[in-house]
């Protein structure tokens, strides 16, 4: 619900771009000029708090329109002055827009030269703070490493340390990019340059639901796309995608020249999850005590898009799921920049242990309990679908072999919202599906607790030269209903990373391992463990087309037959991190709560 004084706030609007304040507060100036060191201007919407002041500041960098998304009523009800303003060639503001597949120099100078900007507004203190995810947390964490002396902290989320991570292996994660750029971020790049086609997000999306998105969807190449997905970023996507291993980000790196502390809320399902490792960069590598010690991160059972809901898709993770991020954003500003010290005694990491649905603080991540148990893959030569006979055991079984065809003109279909964000699925959609092998165990005699990185180690033989090999890790109910719980992929040639391409031996035996994305899960008793261990998950991941050319410039597609070796000598496994005792209560240490966060 819309609250009246959200109405009062954005109703009371200063039109004019360079006006002078009111005598009045609790209003908002539209599109202030920010002038930058390099003359151009960008333009914000500044919004005010009632009473005198002065006021701390929050500040938000957007490529994606200052006007409309989170409301403030949170941060001006806390006593700050909110900043919002359009990214260097966006919307009202000046320049050119760099792209998120170059180091754009003026992503980090525009951020400081705004944060210093904003220290000195009339009414404020001089403290500044920044938040935003996703995107404006890249944009925060690029000004950051600059240390503007104003800024004091930080609320990044959910994103990661690199581009390769955002993307798949050596290529475009197709769902999410394809329709972020045409939907998205080009409509602007026309209406700017007065290029043919739909210059609003509701334009675009008009036409991407009447054939684009399965037009582009299934184009290839890749580097044949045309101009209108990309624009004006037609250049520098196309430059990526011939060297796709390359990694303009760096942000680890970044860490090192950081003094502040940041908040890091993130989801299980977030596809943006790999910014956990930005947490751990910056209590290891951090450039003052308080930046290493001041890290926070919080850790859900959500997606990228629906950070503090009970609610994932289909599935309810029950009340205490639920959140107001907007409130833990006021306590941790409250807490560095007003000194209230209301977080002096929390632990930096609070994780929702799914299955348990719970709370729980931990004093680092990953947790330094985990222990690791292996789970051992076997089958009669059967596992194809939950029907086969694909089994998990404690134990190594007799050697066997298990084959399924991967065809790239058929692959699995991701199962994930209509906006294209990874969710806890069921994966009962999917059982006829014979080229998903399927491993799970009997049903469990006493609570399972996993979290931290799983880990599969397939032996494998195919007949080309390259493909993918994707392990989901699955919690099957006692009703059948198959929860996915976290995933991983690799691309066979980028198995020894994406700086030491190989290609496969086709009809020769490798050892694949695989390292699945961060969970937290506990089994119930009567639940089974399940693995299913397939080749594709489209259009979440790009399709292998399982030759040895460069998929991104190539259009041939081959079927690929795999197959998995178990048992005897060639064991594949899954490896799980336990956390022994979770179902009897753990350490003392450890404080186990049901509050939010």
Not at 217 to 225: C, D, S
Not at 231 to 256: G, I, S, Y
Not at 283 to 308: F, K, N, V
Request: a neutral charge; charged letters at 25%; aromatic letters at 8%.
């Amino acid at each position: 619900m819309i609250s009246l004084r959200h109405i009062i706030l954005t109703a009371a609007v200063f039109a004019s771009a360079g006006g002078g304040w009111g005598a009045e507060t609790g209003r908002v100036e539209r599109n202030v000029p920010v002038r930058m060191r390099d003359g151009v201007t960008l333009r914000a919407d500044v919004y005010r708090p009632e009473g005198k002041g002065p006021f701390p500041v929050l500040v938000l960098r957007t490529p994606y329109g200052k006007h409309g998304g989170r409301p403030f009523d949170a941060f001006l009800t806390a006593g700050y002055i909110v900043v919002k303003q359009d990214a260097r060639g966006r919307y009202e503001s000046e320049g050119e827009y760099e792209s998120l597949y170059s180091y754009g120099p003026h992503d980090a100078s525009d951020g400081y030269d705004t944060v210093e900007w904003a220290a000195k507004l009339p009414g404020a203190n001089g403290k500044v703070g920044t938040f935003g995810i996703s995107y404006d947390a890249f944009l925060q964490w690029r000004l950051a490493a600059l240390r503007p002396p104003a800024l004091v902290a930080m609320a990044a989320s959910s994103i990661p340390p690199r581009l390769t991570d955002l993307e798949g292996p050596g290529t475009i994660r197709p769902g999410r990019r394809l329709d972020w750029y045409y939907c998205g971020m080009s409509p602007n790049m026309r209406l700017r340059s007065g290029k043919p086609g739909p210059t609003t997000k509701e334009e675009a999306r008009v036409l991407w639901n009447l054939g684009m998105e399965h037009r582009l969807m299934f184009f290839l190449p890749w580097l044949e796309l045309p101009a209108d997905v990309f624009e004006n970023d037609t250049d520098e996507m196309m430059a990526w995608l011939r060297n796709p291993q390359l990694d303009p980000w760096k942000l680890l790196d970044a860490c090192r020249e950081i003094t502040v502390p940041n908040i890091n809320v993130v989801g299980w399902y977030d596809h943006c999850n790999d910014s956990i490792e930005l947490y751990q960069g910056m209590r290891r590598d951090g450039r003052t005590e308080m930046a290493r010690a001041g890290q926070r991160l919080i850790i859900g059972p959500w997606s990228h898009a629906t950070h503090g809901k009970r609610k994932q898709g289909e599935l309810d993770f029950g009340p205490e799921a639920e959140v107001d991020l907007n409130q833990i954003h006021v306590r941790w500003f409250d807490h560095w920049i007003k000194g209230t010290r209301e977080l002096a005694t929390q632990t930096p990491v609070r994780l929702f242990v799914m299955g348990a649905n719970r709370w729980r603080d931990e004093p680092d991540w990953p947790l330094a309990r985990a222990r690791s148990q292996t789970f051992f893959l076997g089958s009669s030569g059967h596992a194809n679908t939950p029907k086969g006979d694909g089994k998990i055991s404690d134990q190594p079984g007799p050697a066997g072999t298990d084959q399924y065809v991967y065809d790239p003109r058929d692959p699995v279909p991701t199962l994930w919202t209509a906006a294209k964000f990874t969710i806890p699925a069921d994966q009962r959609v999917l059982a006829r599906r014979e080229d998903i092998l399927v491993y799970q165990s009997e049903p469990l005699a006493e609570p399972l607790e996993v979290t931290g990185y799983p880990e599969v180690v397939l032996q494998v033989a195919c007949s080309t030269p390259d493909t993918d090999f994707f392990s989901r890790l699955i919690d099957v109910a006692p009703d059948g209903s198959a929860r996915d719980v976290t995933m991983g992929m690799v691309r066979a040639r980028y198995r020894h990373g994406l700086q030491k391409a190989a290609l496969l031996t086709p009809g020769a035996v490798t050892e694949i391992k695989i390292r699945l994305r961060p969970t937290a899960n506990e089994f119930q008793p009567g639940h089974r463990i399940r693995l299913d261990v397939t080749s594709s998950d489209f259009p979440n991941y790009d399709r292998n087309h399982n030759t040895a050319a460069d998929q991104n410039a190539d259009a041939q597609l081959v079927p690929a037959k795999i197959s998995v070796h178990h048992g005897g000598n060639l064991p594949s496994r899954l490896i799980l991190p336990v956390i022994l005792g979770a179902a009897t209560g753990s350490p003392a240490n450890i404080r186990e709560r049901v509050t939010a966060p």
